[in-house]
């Protein structure tokens, strides 16, 4: 967006007037020649005290909601849900609106630089542009195709389908997407579960808002699971939409969660036994409506599950009255159950509970969710078993080239899967970060990319909404610093490099690109618009931030497959380790996987403790009074291949023998706000995974080591409110 062009120029790229009129507002293909500029240099269609807004899609994680920026004089100052798209109907999540403060970070990568692995610190040996590319084609055409890697993060799609178009044509390995989101929440599992129950690999929808009676086994839905945004939505439908009727809410976890918390009932169980309880339910169930047990629930033993898990006889029946006698029950397996060893056992019935009540394809009930306009097939993210595949090559030296974007594996990854030596064993290194994050530091080359609204782009809706769902993105100010598309970067370094490189990306720029993979569009009339040709649609597609089906989908799924199949779910309770307390990590619902560097979300308190700007260690008080361990002292986890440090915090709403941390501090580098500051919990995790190779992270056992420190924690609460601390001291 460097070229200048005067208005009559402008107005001459456009042919349609609907193209014309979207663009004037900074939308369609021609805007990409548009310099937007702060308000020192104004352009012309920029107004003197007027806001513009843009259309947009958030990039703080894949869950692709549509968002409205608002920018006054080339700036942008105030970020609001689109409320046309359908997944989040013009709502945000506290991460959406902070996503400003990673615009405007002041520790951004401002050019591409020779880093030379030379953490802590980013170089200052800068490169040109024109130098980083041939970097970048002199990598892809110099290398044996087999030897090049791509891992990636689950946003930008578009990133991703011109990444997989070049590996096709050049015949290297198909590029690996990552995120500490997608492995917490055992994407893996849950998808192989549908495919053996539903017949096709993909994402379940959990219809909650048509639900009477929603049954949850650790899905922190209201916090950082799968689509967060959208299913608050559902959720809040569920409980207000009935005029007469409120629906009822069941949380089976470990802790309690900001989702827990919600809920009408917390019903806390030990780790691993929540496919368990859901086989007890069901068989509960089916004699509580007067039906024989189908296969899947015939052989259980009740009042073992009670003796195993914690739950009380008197809890399943309550809970399974509750199911039997609603009319659209639902049950959703969440991070927690699924990402244990027995974690697949466990998915499958728990979408055999539904096929029990059944809700397949039902409103209120389980659903596939749709595949998004442009795609051809469900692409899920990398799990644990893949990552683990693809560091044994780097460290046997089978990859010379490594490309990442959009992911930090030294900081998502366990340091135990050794992440870091099959860095040092890969000869070429080269990062597309916008910040400078551990990975990034430990490269050969930093070539930035711009950040998310400055970018161009698309995003598919994996889950959320029973409508296919493509989120646009567009650029709403001018880029900050000295960043390139990471697309353009590509495009330009295969036209260097010529033949097969050239052929597969045969296009002007990251525009043209896009415009390829959503011209299939233009001849649907069930979406939320229409247009003639690909530039008035490109245009529209701008100004409405994508395209979506007009209606949900709707699919026949067989409950036969679910209730014939026989379950054998063992309990998990015993995974990994000798030690005495399960440790259980789960991701900060304030800071995410990525927003330890946004200051808005440090100093967001957590919904259940208040803490900000720190780890802590969640232990029940009696287990802290039986270890002689008070609030704020530091006590080291220790496992059977690491340990971490944190401060505890007394929660009286946690199994007694378990202990709990969230995930998103503890980095050492990604800027001034974040590093130095926490703890990370996936320090102490073992390379241990389930049947469908996700990790085993809730299962690992730990004990506790008292250090003799102590280290407040900065909370919002009152200590004398909640403890009672200091009450009764005389002043």
């Not at 006054?72 to 013009?90: D, F, H, S, W, Y």
């Not at 068989?283 to 509580?288: E, Y």
């Amino acid at each position: 967006m460097s070229e200048k062009i005067t208005r009559r120029n402008f107005l001459k790229l456009t042919t349609a007037g609907a193209a014309t009129a979207a663009i004037m507002t900074g939308c369609g293909p021609a805007s990409r020649y548009v310099t937007r500029e702060p308000y020192v240099k104004m352009p012309e269609y920029t107004y003197n005290g007027l806001s513009t807004y843009y259309a947009t899609t958030c990039r703080e994680c894949a869950a692709g909601c549509g968002i409205i920026v608002r920018t006054m004089q080339g700036r942008a100052i105030k970020v609001e849900g689109n409320p046309q798209n359908p997944i989040n109907l013009g709502k945000t999540c506290a991460r959406g609106q902070a996503t400003l403060h990673g615009l405007y970070n002041p520790d951004r990568v401002e050019n591409p630089v020779r880093q030379g692995r030379s953490a802590p610190q980013l170089s200052t040996a800068q490169v040109s542009w024109d130098e980083a590319i041939q970097t970048v084609s002199d990598a892809l055409s110099k290398t044996n195709a087999s030897e090049v890697a791509f891992l990636m993060g689950t946003a930008p799609d578009h990133l991703f389908d011109l990444v997989s178009d070049l590996t096709d044509a050049i015949g290297a390995p198909a590029p690996l997407r990552f995120s500490a989101l997608s492995m917490f929440e055992a994407r893996a599992t849950l998808s192989k579960a549908a495919e053996d129950l539903l017949g096709q690999a993909g994402l379940p929808f959990f219809d909650i808002s048509n639900a009477d009676v929603v049954v949850s086994f650790g899905a922190n839905f209201l916090e950082t699971w799968l689509s967060p945004v959208a299913y608050t939505r559902g959720y809040a439908k569920m409980r207000r939409s009935r005029p007469r009727t409120r629906g009822y809410m069941v949380h089976f976890e470990t802790q309690m969660s900001q989702t827990a918390a919600k809920a009408d009932e917390w019903i806390p169980l030990l780790p691993g036994t929540e496919g368990l309880v859901a086989l007890a339910l069901g068989k509960l169930v089916a004699q509580l409506r007067g039906i024989s047990a189908p296969r899947a629930f015939a052989s259980v033993n009740v009042q073992q599950v009670v003796e195993t898990s914690g739950v009380s006889m008197e809890q399943l029946t309550r809970v399974a009255e509750l199911i039997a006698e609603s009319h659209a029950p639902i049950a959703i397996p969440g991070g927690q159950a699924l990402g244990q060893s027995n974690g697949l056992a466990a998915a499958e019935a728990i979408l055999a509970l539904n096929a029990l009540v059944d809700n397949f394809g039902q409103p209120g009930g389980v659903s596939l969710s749709p595949l998004a306009p442009n795609a051809g097939a469900y692409h899920r993210p990398a799990n644990a078993q893949e990552m683990s595949d693809l560091i044994a090559k780097m460290k046997s030296g089978k990859i010379k080239v490594l490309f990442i974007h959009g992911v930090n594996p030294l900081f998502e990854l366990p340091q135990s899967f050794g992440f870091a030596e099959a860095l040092h064993a890969t000869p070429t290194v080269i990062s597309f970060a916008t910040f400078p994050d551990e990975t990034a530091l430990t490269s050969d080359y930093i070539f930035p990319d711009h950040h998310g609204l400055e970018s161009w782009g698309y995003q598919r809706s994996q889950t959320g909404v029973m409508q296919s769902v493509l989120s646009g993105s567009q650029p709403v100010v001018a880029p900050n610093y000295n960043t390139r598309a990471t697309a353009d970067v590509f495009i330009e370094a295969a036209r260097l490099a010529g033949g097969k490189l050239a052929q597969a990306l045969p296009f002007a720029d990251e525009v043209e690109f896009i415009q390829s993979k959503i011209e299939n569009l233009i001849a649907r009339t069930d979406g939320s618009f229409i247009a003639p040709e690909i530039n008035a649609f490109s245009a529209y597609f701008q100004q409405h931030g994508g395209w979506w089906a007009s209606s949900a989908e709707s699919d026949s799924l067989s409950a036969a497959n679910a209730l014939g199949k026989s379950l054998n779910v063992s309990s998990a309770a015993a995974s990994i380790g000798e030690n005495e307390f399960f440790f259980l990590p789960f991701v900060s619902p304030t800071l995410g996987e990525a927003g330890a560097n946004k200051p808005w979300l440090q100093e967001l308190p957590d919904p259940t403790t208040t803490v900000m700007w720190n780890t802590w260690v969640a232990m029940n008080p009696e287990t802290a009074r039986e270890l002689g361990i008070e609030n704020d002292d530091v006590v080291r986890i220790v496992s059977e291949v690491g340990s971490v440090e944190a401060s505890v915090y007394k929660y009286p709403a946690i199994h007694p023998n378990a202990v709990a941390m969230p995930f998103g501090q503890g980095h050492t580098a990604y800027g001034r706000f974040a590093a130095g500051r926490g703890a990370n919990p996936t320090d102490v995790l073992a390379p241990s995974f389930n049947e469908a190779g996700d990790l085993a992270f809730a299962g690992m056992k730990v004990r506790i080591e008292k250090t003799g420190k102590q280290q407040p924690l900065s909370r919002l609460e009152s200590r004398i409110g909640v403890y009672g601390e200091g009450m009764y001291e005389e002043k």
